[in-house]
């Protein structure tokens, strides 16, 4: 399966809208991820998104015994305030000059809803690209994939092709002055290998389409099954036909294991739970998955 693939990666989730039963972390509304993977004896910390509370955020990393310092780089989703809030804070947390912070150029633009009343859900203006900068990030601006370590790359812009597959919100945007419909382009997952297992595919939101955002990875290493999918799927909103239609491309994929929760809704945790049976599990807070290569 090729050489640059991971020995092991391990997926942490730092924050998540759930927590277990007697759980001694925070929830809060929004994703954080924080990624471990190790080849040929070097191990790389990549953290995917921030979610929007950073005093949650590091209460939950310091009782997982998580230094933000050892981070070595940052990949945001997209520019939902729920997964780049608090970012300048958390860079300033890591400490470090340079931090490498992957994003999309149109992260920053005006983006807002209407429903039920104005309201910015873009990133923060707290979490300017000058407040970024300024806490030590250096921001990466990018629509192609990129490759954070050999065996991890960014999707970069994601294709749309699915019929039945769309952003599901109804956001808005500001060109040249004129307000128009935002499909949030800049949604970007991030790509995993690991030696004998597959490819793992990490999702923030999955605006452009989990089926859309599968079938990318699929393309990209064909040789490869899919072993996890890991996310929010964004089917909260959607309709029971569009669920049914989702389970049914991802498990025909074949899509190996799913954990999905943030905004995946419960009725599509539902159907996938019983497409995938136990290979499915409710995303939380603390939650840990390790892939161990062969
Ligand atoms: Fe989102
Ligand atoms: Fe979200």
């Known amino acids: 399966m090729g050489d640059s693939m991971l020995d092991y ?56 015994n998580i230094a933000p310092s050892s981070i070595d780089a940052i990949v945001i989703s997209h520019n939902h305030y729920d997964h780049i809030g608090g970012l300048a804070r958390i860079t300033a947390a890591a400490k470090r000059t340079d931090l490498p912070i992957v994003v999309h150029p149109e992260t920053f633009r005006t983006h807002f809803t209407t429903s039920p009343f104005l309201k910015h859900i873009g990133a923060p203006a707290s979490d300017s690209p000058s407040r970024i900068e300024e806490a030590g990030g250096r921001l990466i601006f990018t629509t192609d994939p990129l490759e954070i370590m050999p065996g991890v790359e960014t999707s970069g812009e994601i294709p749309r092709n699915t019929d039945f597959e769309d952003a599901g919100l109804s956001i808005r945007q500001i060109k040249d002055g004129h307000i128009q419909e935002d499909q949030v382009i800049d949604d970007t997952s991030l790509f995993a290998r690991v030696r004998g297992k597959g490819t793992v595919v990490i999702t923030g939101c999955s605006h452009a389409g989990i089926v859309n955002i599968t079938d990318l990875a699929a393309k990209r290493w064909p040789e490869n099954p899919i072993a996890l999918l890991l996310g ?54 603390g939650l840990e998955i390790t892939l161990t290569g062969e």
């Open 232 to 285: 929010g799927f964004h089917l909260i909103e959607a309709g029971e036909e569009r669920i049914e239609q989702t389970a049914a491309a991802l498990h025909s994929a074949p899509v190996r294991r799913v954990a999905a929760g943030h905004c995946t809704g419960f009725r599509a945790q539902t159907a996938l739970s019983r497409v995938f049976g136990p290979a499915f599990e409710p995303l939380r807070t």
């Open 9 to 64: 990666l391990s997926i942490r989730v730092l924050a998540e809208d759930s927590v277990e039963y007697d759980s001694p972390y925070l929830g809060q509304h929004g994703i954080s991820l924080l990624l471990t993977a190790g080849r040929n004896g070097v191990t790389y910390r990549i953290l995917f998104d921030v979610a929007q509370d950073a005093d949650a955020l590091l209460v939950n990393m310091e009782r997982m």
